[in-house]
DNA sequence: TCAAAGCTGTTAATTTTTTGACAGGTCGTG
DNA sequence: CACGACCTGTCAAAAAATTAACAGCTTTGA
């Protein structure tokens, strides 16, 4: 027996990659293109074509020799390794102003995650109803996530509660966490983790922001000798 | 003249996990930790110790051989680095429900970004209050970015006004921008840009589900034999 | 028909990042 | 004091990611 399925065992940032190629194709494909090479897509994202052959390489290929890639059996193959070939049926988990602005969010729908519930243990946001979706209790969380096969929560409580909420998930079977906590969450080797840390985010921007400043005040030094 | 300032050239991975470090030792901080070693750090963070020294040897080092480090030094010495010594004044561009969102998420604040202004050209949304800072007409951006020494944007517009926000907040002087816009930002080289996709991290997260579920359809597979 | 231009899949070379190893320094204890 | 346990800074080795190179296929146009 393999390790692991067929075009799992894929590095990271080539997983990254993928939904930038499928973004930039879906727009492509939007204004009709039809055909698009390696080079013409590598350089819209700012990468090399090399990079971006070798990351298809992962997966087999999406052409031969000589002819470039067709928009229309792309875009299908990538959401199909992605895994959004049929919908992800999603929940949302905290209904604060992160949450409500995630499930006011359209373009989860439209990328493949449908919200199929929207959970809070606070009265007071129960019943709210976002794009059609409704704030439940939290007691209701378990059965939403069987009767509807959601594989996939979004997770946007407080840090306190965000472990517990997850011993929960994973109880009930989620498969896929989507962290917007800042804490790191305990889960079995069979949930798959992903943390939005926004903290992460703005301070490796103000890292950068910082050596510019400091070079920008450098060089007028400079020009001021 | 040296390309660039002393410890701005650091690799990507390191500055991403410099955020890290810096909340997990102010974790430590709170609960009255003074001493911490390389191990104990890393081991928290799921990391590699010698990653740890490896990524602070970049910046020379914060102790002596033989001693741990100071956890009462070691913040101070990393939000120096990271640039948020001193608060760094921001502002929110886009007063939709993410932008909202984020102007009630109290946590930038206290990370060392205070919001100087909120701003949209919806005019139902303009004089909302979000804990203090009062959504205002984008007319009034140029003013209050010079008045406040606005250094860093959080941009959250639709995706078609993205670029046209971004010429203006350069014009204005910003020098980050952190980008929610699914779209590539082109900006001067001596501005930086931190994208966050939600779509690239949902994504990616969807492909490991997807193949949790394949192995475990596998696994099952194999028990029926 | 032939050459030129352009393309992919694939492998090799290069670069970058991570990990390991270790020379010394420090501390607590007997 | 001497020993063992533990520590950091540093550099070398290993692993991983990116980039380059190229064989061979496809189309176009003279």
Redesign the interface.
Same mark, same amino acid.
């Given at each position: 027996?393999r390790k692991?399925?067929k075009g799992?065992d894929v590095p990271?940032a080539t997983?990254?990659r993928?939904?930038?190629y499928?973004?930039k194709l879906k727009l492509l494909q939007a204004i009709g293109v039809e055909d698009v090479s390696s080079r013409q897509l590598a350089e819209s994202?700012?990468i090399k074509a090399s990079q971006l052959r070798h990351d298809f390489h992962y997966f087999g290929g999406f052409s031969r020799p000589g002819r470039p890639y067709q928009v229309a059996k792309l875009v299908p193959a990538l959401e199909k390794? +992605?895994? +959004?070939a049929e919908p =992800?049926h999603s929940i949302i988990v905290g209904a604060g102003?992160?949450g409500?602005?995630?499930a006011?969010?359209q373009?989860?729908d439209v990328?493949?995650?449908p919200i199929k519930g929207i959970f809070d243990v606070n009265p007071k946001l129960i019943g709210l109803d976002f794009r059609g979706a409704v704030v439940q209790d939290m007691d209701e969380m378990e059965a939403v996530i069987d009767k509807e096969a959601v594989?996939?929560a #979004?997770l946007t409580v407080p840090a306190v509660h965000a472990q517990a909420v997850t011993d929960r998930l994973v109880a009930a079977g989620i498969?896929?966490?989507?962290n917007f906590a800042?804490m790191?969450l305990k889960v079995p080797a069979?949930?798959?983790? @992903?943390n939005? @840390?926004?903290?992460?985010? +703005?301070? /490796?921007?103000?890292?950068? =922001?910082?050596? #510019?400043?400091?070079? /920008?005040e450098?060089k007028e030094e400079?020009e001021d000798l």
């Open positions: 027996m692991q399925k799992c990271d997983i990254l993928l939904p930038l499928l973004e994202l700012d390794i +992605i895994g +959004i =992800v102003h992160l409500q602005a995630l006011n969010y373009n989860l990328q493949g995650f594989k996939i #979004i498969v896929g966490i989507f800042p790191d069979n949930v798959a983790v @992903r939005e @840390r926004m903290a992460v985010g +703005i301070m /490796s921007l103000s890292f950068k =922001v910082k050596c #510019i400043l400091q070079n /920008s450098e400079a």
